[in-house]
């Protein structure tokens, strides 16, 4: 019993306690130093080649998963390059690559063409300075060599595809990520006369007046095909609406909505760089003419279409209506060109039908979609 009351004893118990601690303390002590111990020599021998080192495991921070394109996830985010160019690349550089400081053109021209408009659009590319812009080409006849001799052809991209429109080239050759670079994309038809037209000054023209979609008037006088609200106003610099006071459809300072107002035509549309994004998601992949995208244009507008839409009247030109598309490409004989006139009814039929295909396509989406608000719903009650 004497060796059961010395271990009960207050002063026993708080002795033996005071030795548990400290031993308690020792290990732990010692564990803790020989873990970074092992640690340490590992990190030296792994270094030495001598034993195999597992990554170090990075901090919570890391853990949040970054916003990889699809795809990429294996790769370290600063090796990622998202968007790109159409500049061409010396085989031979004797700059630096990859010198950000060097100028390079800021704006792209893209016109799809076929040999028999070969003059008109010699002359639409020579007014647009090479040190500003880059130029596309989209071939629709395949005739490509008939243009290698013109002096800017070797600095020109060329796309060729037989008897495709332009929106069928922009939506497969100017993803927004491709042309990220640059402030505006003229993406214009081939029968176009410039003889009024300078592309600086327009520029100039359409970020004083804040325009993200826009256009140059059409030469009423000279013009094949305009609409009211692209005709010309001379003595005017820029306009956004037409005035229409008799008979139906008529449009007045209370319209709101295309085309009195916030609309541009298809053939010679220009798009700012922050435009453009939302104007190639909207254009089908399967609906090549593209007709009825010209009334939605308001939606990339990036604000009010009334205020972000328009038409430049101090920079204008010449829309000759050339037949196109539908006919014979630039490598057949002649004795075939009389598919030019019998077949551009079916593609005038054809367009119209996906202009109904689209404006359906369009009901169906605003109807499914649960969360999307139409901005201009309120204007249009």
Same mark, same amino acid.
């Given at each position: 019993?004497?060796g059961?009351?010395?271990v009960?004893d207050?002063?026993?118990?708080?002795?033996?306690?005071?030795?548990?601690?400290?031993?308690?303390?020792?290990?732990?002590?010692?564990?803790?130093g020989?873990?970074?111990?092992?640690?340490?020599?590992?990190?030296?021998?792994?270094?030495?080649?001598?034993?195999?080192?597992? #990554?170090?495991?990075?901090?919570?921070?890391c853990?949040?998963?970054?916003r990889?394109?699809?795809?990429?996830h294996s790769?370290?985010?600063?090796i990622l390059?998202?968007?790109?160019?159409?500049?061409?690349?010396?085989?031979?550089?004797?700059?630096?690559?990859?010198?950000r400081?060097?100028?390079?053109?800021?704006n792209?021209?893209?016109?799809?063409?076929?040999i028999?408009?070969r003059?008109?659009?010699?002359k639409?590319?020579?007014?647009?300075?090479?040190?500003?812009?880059?130029?596309m080409?989209?071939? !629709?006849?395949?005739?490509?060599?008939?243009?290698?001799?013109?002096?800017w052809?070797?600095?020109?991209?060329h796309?060729?595809?037989?008897?495709?429109?332009?929106?069928?080239?922009?939506?497969?050759?100017?993803?927004p990520?491709?042309?990220?670079?640059?402030?505006?994309?003229?993406?214009?038809?081939?029968?176009?006369?410039?003889?009024?037209f300078?592309?600086k000054?327009?520029?100039?023209?359409?970020?004083?007046?804040?325009?993200?979609?826009?256009?140059?008037?059409?030469?009423?006088?000279?013009s094949?095909?305009?609409? #009211?609200?692209?005709?010309?106003i001379?003595?005017s610099?820029?306009?956004?609406?037409? !005035?229409?006071?008799?008979?139906?459809?008529?449009?007045?300072?209370?319209?709101?909505?295309?085309?009195?107002?916030?609309?541009?035509?298809? +053939?010679?549309?220009?798009?700012?760089?922050k435009?453009w994004?939302?104007?190639?998601? +909207?254009i089908?992949?399967?609906?090549?003419?593209?007709?009825?995208l010209?009334?939605?244009?308001?939606?990339?507008?990036?604000?009010?279409? +009334?205020?972000?839409?328009?038409?430049?009247?101090?920079?204008y030109?010449?829309?000759?209506?050339?037949?196109?598309?539908?006919?014979?490409?630039?490598?057949?004989?002649l004795?075939n060109?009389?598919?030019?006139?019998?077949?551009r009814?079916?593609?005038?039929? %054809?367009? !119209?039908?996906?202009? %109904?295909?689209?404006?359906?396509?369009w009901?169906?989406?605003?109807?499914?979609?649960q969360?999307?608000?139409?901005? !201009? %719903?309120e204007?249009?009650?």
């Amino acid at each position: 019993m004497k060796g059961f009351d010395s271990v009960t004893d207050p002063k026993n118990r708080f002795f033996l306690w005071t030795i548990l601690v400290l031993v308690s303390l020792i290990c732990a002590a010692y564990f803790l130093g020989n873990g970074l111990s092992q640690n340490e020599y590992k990190q030296r021998f792994a270094r030495w080649g001598l034993i195999y080192s597992t #990554p170090i495991t990075k901090s919570n921070a890391c853990k949040t998963p970054c916003r990889h394109p699809s795809g990429t996830h294996s790769l370290p985010h600063g090796i990622l390059a998202t968007t790109s160019d159409l500049e061409t690349r010396p085989l031979w550089a004797s700059a630096a690559p990859n010198n950000r400081n060097s100028k390079h053109p800021l704006n792209l021209l893209a016109i799809p063409v076929g040999i028999k408009q070969r003059q008109v659009v010699d002359k639409i590319v020579k007014k647009f300075p090479s040190s500003d812009f880059v130029v596309m080409l989209f071939h !629709y006849d395949g005739f490509v060599d008939g243009w290698k001799d013109l002096a800017w052809s070797s600095r020109a991209i060329h796309v060729s595809a037989i008897n495709q429109t332009k929106w069928w080239f922009a939506k497969r050759f100017l993803h927004p990520d491709i042309v990220a670079d640059y402030n505006y994309i003229f993406l214009w038809d081939e029968d176009l006369l410039v003889d009024n037209f300078d592309p600086k000054r327009y520029i100039d023209i359409v970020k004083e007046e804040g325009l993200e979609i826009s256009q140059p008037a059409l030469d009423p006088g000279k013009s094949e095909i305009y609409h #009211p609200l692209t005709a010309r106003i001379q003595g005017s610099k820029a306009h956004r609406r037409y !005035y229409k006071t008799k008979g139906s459809g008529r449009c007045d300072d209370s319209s709101t909505a295309p085309p009195c107002v916030g609309w541009v035509e298809m +053939m010679a549309p220009v798009f700012s760089k922050k435009a453009w994004p939302c104007v190639w998601h +909207m254009i089908q992949n399967d609906l090549i003419h593209a007709w009825g995208l010209d009334r939605q244009f308001g939606y990339c507008a990036q604000g009010d279409r +009334m205020k972000n839409i328009g038409v430049v009247d101090a920079e204008y030109i010449v829309h000759l209506g050339l037949p196109t598309l539908g006919g014979s490409n630039g490598n057949e004989t002649l004795a075939n060109s009389h598919r030019d006139e019998s077949d551009r009814p079916k593609v005038r039929m %054809q367009s !119209y039908i996906e202009m %109904q295909i689209f404006a359906k396509r369009w009901k169906d989406a605003a109807n499914k979609d649960q969360c999307w608000i139409d901005p !201009y %719903q309120e204007q249009a009650n």
